[in-house]
C-alpha cells in the first residue's frame, strides 16, 4: 500500500503547474464556499432575530384559533398576572403582557383603520425593538396615560406629529360602543412599512379600560435568550400555564410562516449557485485526470501486458484524485476558517451598508458565523463531486488494450 501511495503522490507532481492550478480552483471555491455559507446562516440567524424582536417575539401565549382569526373577545384571562408569574418562575424578563384590536383612527383631516396594541410600558423593551426606534418624542412611560405611539408611515397618512390628538372607535370586548382621544406621544421607524403604516401601541391600563377587557388579553409575549434555546423554553412555558385554562404557545415558526419560506426560497437560488461552482471544479479535475490518464497511456499499456490489471490502475487514478482533493479541502478548510473566524470576529461592511443597517434597525458591519458545518460541508461536496469526475477517466483503462496502448505515441 505504501508503494500504491508514494506512486500515486509522484504521479501527481509529473505536472506539477496543473496539479496546482487544479488544487487551486478546489481551494478557492472551498475558501468560497466556507464563507458563503457562513455568511448566509449567520445573516439567517440575524434576520430571524431582528424580525421576532421587532415585535413578535421567539412565542405568545394565546387563546386557541386566535393565531388564525384575532377576534377581541378570544382573550387570555388575567394577562398580566400570567406574564408576572412566568417571570416569577422563569427568571426572565423578556415576557410582556398585550392586547390587540383594530379601530378606526382620526386625525382632524383623515381616518385609517389600524391594529393598536396595549402594551406594558415597563416591560415591552425587554420583547419589542420598537421603543429604542422612536424618531420623535418619546416612548410610552405610563400605564394609564391618554397616549399612544404610531409609526412613521401612519403619522405621515393621518398628517399629524407629537403632541397632535387622535380619536379611536371600535368595539369592545363585551361588543359594546368603544371610543378614546388620545395624544401622539412618539412616534417610530421600524423600517418595516407594514408596522411603520398600520401598528399603533397604547399602554395596556389604558387599553382595557376603553375596551372593557376586565383585566384580559391576547397575548403574553415571550423572547428566549437565543434562538437555540426557544424550543426548550416553549416546552418550559407550557408546563407553567396555569391549570383549566385554554391557552397555547405559539412558536416563531406559527407566527411568522413568511420569514421561514423567505430564507427557503433564499437557500435555494444560493445552493444552486453553489452548484454551478462546485460543478465547474468537478470538470477543472475531470479534465486533469483525463489528460493525465491519455499521457500514460502507453505506460498504461505496458504495465498492463505486465499482468497489472484495469481495476487497479484505475483506483490508482482515483487514489491520485483523493489526494489531490485532500490537499484542497486541508488548505481550503484553514484558509477559509481562518477568513471566516477573522471576519466573525471583527466584521465587515461595504459602501451603504451603514445607512442601510440604520435604517432596518441591523448592526452596520456583518459578522459570518463559523460551524463545524460550514466549515465542513462545502469542502465535503467538493471532495465528493471531484471523485465523481474522476470515475470517467479511471472507467476508461477498462478499455485500454495492451498492444494499442503500446503503441500510442
Known amino acids: 500500500m505504501n508503494l500504491v501511495l508514494r506512486l500515486a503522490w509522484r504521479n501527481l507532481w509529473r505536472q506539477p503547474r496543473r496539479t496546482w492550478l487544479t488544487t487551486g480552483a478546489m481551494v478557492f471555491s472551498n475558501v468560497l464556499l466556507i464563507f458563503m455559507i457562513s455568511l448566509q446562516f449567520g445573516m439567517y440567524r440575524l ?17 386557541p384559533g386566535y393565531i388564525d382569526d384575532q377576534k377581541i373577545r378570544q382573550t387570555v384571562p388575567n394577562v398580566r398576572q400570567l406574564a408576572a408569574a412566568l417571570r416569577q418562575e422563569l ?5 410582556a403582557a398585550r392586547a390587540s384590536t383594530f379601530v378606526l383612527a382620526s386625525s382632524e383631516e383623515r381616518t385609517y383603520g389600524i391594529a393598536v396594541y396595549g402594551i406594558e410600558p415597563q416591560f415591552e423593551p425587554q420583547v419589542s425593538s420598537i421603543p429604542g426606534l422612536i424618531t420623535a418624542g418619546r416612548f410610552l412611560d405610563a400605564d394609564d396615560a391618554a397616549e399612544i405611539v404610531i409609526g412613521s408611515v ?9 403632541g397632535d390628538e387622535l380619536t379611536l372607535l371600535g368595539s369592545g370586548k363585551d361588543g359594546s360602543f368603544a ?47 437565543r434562538l437555540s434555546e426557544a424550543d426548550t423554553l416553549q416546552s418550559e412555558v407550557e408546563a407553567l400555564l396555569p391549570p383549566g385554562q385554554d391557552l397555547v404557545v405559539q412558536d416563531w415558526d406559527a407566527l411568522q410562516p413568511g420569514l421561514k419560506q423567505a430564507i427557503q426560497a433564499d437557500m435555494s437560488s444560493a445552493f444552486f449557485m453553489y452548484g454551478i461552482l462546485v460543478i465547474l471544479v468537478a470538470f477543472s479535475v475531470l479534465n486533469t485526470q483525463l489528460m493525465s490518464v491519455l499521457e500514460r497511456t502507453r505506460e498504461f499499456g505496458i504495465v498492463m501486458a505486465l499482468g497489472l490489471t484495469p481495476g487497479r490502475l484505475g483506483r490508482l487514478v482515483l487514489l491520485e484524485t483523493a489526494m489531490m482533493g485532500l490537499m484542497g479541502v486541508a488548505l481550503g478548510a484553514l484558509l477559509g476558517g481562518a477568513l471566516t473566524w477573522w471576519l466573525g470576529v471583527h466584521g465587515f461592511s461595504y459602501p451603504g451598508m451603514e445607512e442601510m443597517a440604520t435604517k432596518f434597525n441591523l448592526p452596520a458591519r456583518m459578522y459570518p458565523r463559523v460551524t463545524l458545518t460550514s466549515l465542513l460541508a462545502g469542502p465535503a461536496v467538493v471532495m465528493l463531486f471531484s471523485l465523481l469526475a474522476a470515475l470517467y477517466p479511471a472507467l476508461r483503462l477498462h478499455r485500454l488494450h495492451p498492444v494499442e496502448a503500446m503503441r500510442a505515441a
Open 91 to 95: 427568571g426572565s424578563e423578556t415576557i
Open 179 to 225: 371610543a378614546a382621544v388620545v395624544t401622539v406621544a412618539g412616534i417610530f421607524e421600524s423600517g418595516v412599512p407594514d408596522i411603520d403604516r398600520s401598528v399603533a401601541e397604547l399602554p395596556l391600563g389604558l387599553f382595557q379600560d376603553v375596551f372593557y377587557m376586565e383585566g384580559s388579553g391576547h397575548q403574553v409575549v415571550v423572547n428566549a435568550p
Open 47 to 63: 434576520m430571524i432575530d431582528n424580525s421576532l424582536q421587532a415585535f413578535t417575539g421567539h412565542m405568545q401565549v394565546q387563546a
Open 154 to 162: 401612519l403619522a405621515r397618512n393621518l398628517r399629524v406629529s407629537v
